[in-house]
């Protein structure tokens, strides 16, 4: 089947559901066993039944076996947020003075855990430019435990080289963890191009509506944590689980027991929300690449930053990688300063001001004074976190209401 119908029909089994198309929804924090053999099989791995909502929920787990699907990999653990995804995953790669080198177009809680949190536990992340393949291999020394990147940077929308970045990171026997947040599965597989960890927020354009708060970690079972004399400390983790260690590291060591567990309503949300990803994708890009050359074109904008638009250092790699589908759904523009970007959102009539993105609305945020507030100004700037800076989540609404609320907005600067 191809990826839309797959979306669509991927784990839907109504034999074992008493006919429904939607998996019900476990909503008990404890199951029941009518055995003491049985409890303590289940206990020692044995069987998959269920215990205890925090270990596993028949809900939570028909979502992972979707995603993973999707994203063709090989096993899944779903968790209460992209940034319990995120910390859980590290952790699990990471012991006590190790490091590991990322991108640096970094969603903003992923960076202050990479550079403020994990430092107090004497973990190190180095920073580079994620498309400076000879600047990340410079990062890489032997406490070096994984390379992690994003595939659409947020709020710098650049697009690193999946695959080059893959055969570097394997050139030195590490893994690569990907956050696909942005791209989503019908847009990039980076699996399919080398990755062998994916991390979602499902908190956007996977559930899509704005309604429910989750995150995934896919594991593609494509690494070889033998072969690599990097990662001793996996050992009786490939003994129990062969190719899927490193999610059963996630799940033993850190999930359950940091209790990042999601309630069911959530993964059913999301679950109905996957139906029309594909749909939803189509039409915010669709939407996207005319709001930036509308916006291109306006003379009260002095910049776009989009993918889609020519000129863009990334359109190459995006067309490569996205297969021609599109460039993601979000963009970014330039006022004459901070003043001029809180006149435009306090003059939206239909845009909504929050800090979410992948809405079926469409969303705009100032980033400087609200996700960064709290930064110093130099590092802002390092980070392109410029005060005259715009960031536009593009919805599904007709194009033309998006474009005439911001035409609106502008004429009364
Ligand atoms: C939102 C987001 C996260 C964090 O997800 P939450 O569900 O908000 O915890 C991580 N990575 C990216 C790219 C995001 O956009």
């Known amino acids: 089947m191809k990826f839309q119908t797959r979306l669509i ?49 028949p809900t939570n787990q028909v979502l992972e076996q979707k995603l993973s699907a999707l994203e063709g990999g090989k096993g899944a653990i779903y968790m209460a947020s992209g940034m319990a995804a995120v910390t859980n995953t590290c952790m699990a790669l990471l012991r006590a003075g190790d490091e590991f080198v990322c991108g640096s177009s ?102 899509g509506h704005g309604d429910a ?13 033998a072969a690599s004399d990097r990662f001793p400390d996996f050992k009786p983790f490939i003994e129990r689980k062969g190719e899927l260690a490193l999610r059963d590291k996630i799940w033993r060591e850190h999930h359950i027991n940091f209790g990042s567990t999601p309630a069911p309503f959530h993964a059913y949300l999301t679950f109905i929300g996957l139906d029309t990803l594909g749909l939803r994708m189509e039409r915010h890009m669709k939407n996207t690449i005319k709001v930036a050359q509308h916006l291109a074109d306006h003379s009260k904008v002095n910049w776009v930053n989009y993918p889609g638009l020519k000129n863009h250092p990334c359109r190459a790699t995006a067309e490569k990688q996205f297969g021609h589908l599109g460039y993601g759904g979000l963009l970014t523009f330039g006022m004459d300063d901070q003043e001029a970007c809180f006149q435009v959102i306090n003059n939206l009539k239909m845009i909504y001001h929050l800090a979410n993105l992948g809405d079926c609305k469409t969303l705009i945020i100032h980033p400087a004074s609200s996700q960064y507030l709290s930064f110093p100004e130099q590092e802002r700037n390092q980070l392109g976190i410029r005060s005259d800076l715009l960031r536009l989540s593009v919805g599904i609404e007709d194009v033309e209401d998006i474009c005439n609320d911001i035409d609106q907005a502008l004429t009364k600067l």
């Open 213 to 225: 708060v989750g995150g995934m970690v896919i594991d593609g079972g494509s690494f070889d944590w």
């Open 9 to 57: 029909h991927e784990c839907i089994e109504p034999e074992k559901w008493n006919g429904a198309t939607l998996p019900p929804i476990y909503q008990n924090a404890s199951h029941c066993h009518q055995s003491a053999e049985s409890m303590s099989d289940t206990f020692g791995g044995k069987t998959d039944q269920h215990i205890y909502m925090r270990l596993t929920n």
């Open 106 to 207: 970094l969603f903003m809680s992923t960076y202050l855990l990479f550079t403020k949190v994990f430092a107090k536990y004497n973990l190190t992340c180095r920073i580079v430019d994620p498309l400076d393949l000879e600047g990340m291999e410079n990062s890489i020394n032997d406490k070096t435990r994984f390379i992690y990147l994003e595939t659409i940077g947020n709020p710098a929308i650049d697009i690193p080289d999946i695959q080059k970045c893959a055969d570097l990171a394997h050139k030195h026997g590490l893994p690569l963890l990907v956050d696909n947040t942005l791209a989503t599965p019908y847009l990039c597989r980076p699996l399919e191009l080398g990755a062998n960890v994916i991390i979602h927020s499902t908190t956007k354009y996977l559930s």
